[in-house]
């Protein structure tokens, strides 16, 4: 579940705000739970922030504030600015991951030119896809160093599908 959806947008919008204004004063994990004071805006004080994560650590099953605004069983500000924390300083190892059916699915929808236009701008600038790439495909190059182009649209959209899938998987580890 996308955790952003849990709040009223003006109140995600300004959580980030928050986060990006650094009055997440204290942030601590602890397993699954995860304790943090947030800066108050109306004083000179903090708010408790509590919250707590699946087994698998990508999804929020509890979050409480002692804000007023959260008293009624809201999700405020302030814990969106404490999921803001959480999710940017463990983005790694907490994003939520698509499952090979769906990016599967994705790239069997996308057009082949779009594939190739996204494969040519990472191999821009990531020398280990490139390397990959080349040990992979390059005995399709020519002696003159040409890329022989002797490919049909069908097996272009296969070996874009392949690569893509490789550098997802890549990309997941």
Not at 4 to 12: C, D, G, N, R, S
Not at 49 to 55: E, M, P, S
Not at 78 to 88: P, S
Not at 118 to 144: C, D, P, S, T
Request: hydrophobic fraction near 45%.
């Amino acid at each position: 579940m996308n955790w952003q959806a849990l709040f009223e947008p003006q109140i995600l919008f300004r959580g980030e705000e928050l986060f990006e204004e650094d009055k997440v004063i204290s942030f601590e994990i602890k397993g699954s739970e995860i304790f943090a004071e947030v800066e108050s805006s109306a004083s000179d004080g903090y708010y408790e922030v509590y919250l707590r994560l699946d087994q698998t650590k990508q999804s929020l099953v509890a979050m409480t504030c002692d804000c007023p605004y959260a008293e009624s069983g809201r999700h405020c500000k302030h814990v969106a600015a404490t999921a803001f924390c959480f999710y940017a300083t463990n983005k790694k190892e907490y994003l939520q991951q698509a499952s090979y059916e769906e990016v599967l699915s994705l790239i069997r929808n996308v057009e082949g030119s779009e594939l190739r236009a996204f494969l040519l701008a990472e191999m821009a600038h990531n020398v280990a896809l490139q390397a990959a790439f080349l040990q992979r495909f390059g005995k399709k190059i020519g002696l003159q160093g040409r890329i022989n182009l002797n490919f049909t649209a069908r097996k272009c959209k296969i070996f874009l599908i392949r690569m893509l899938i490789m550098m997802v998987l890549w990309i997941m580890k």
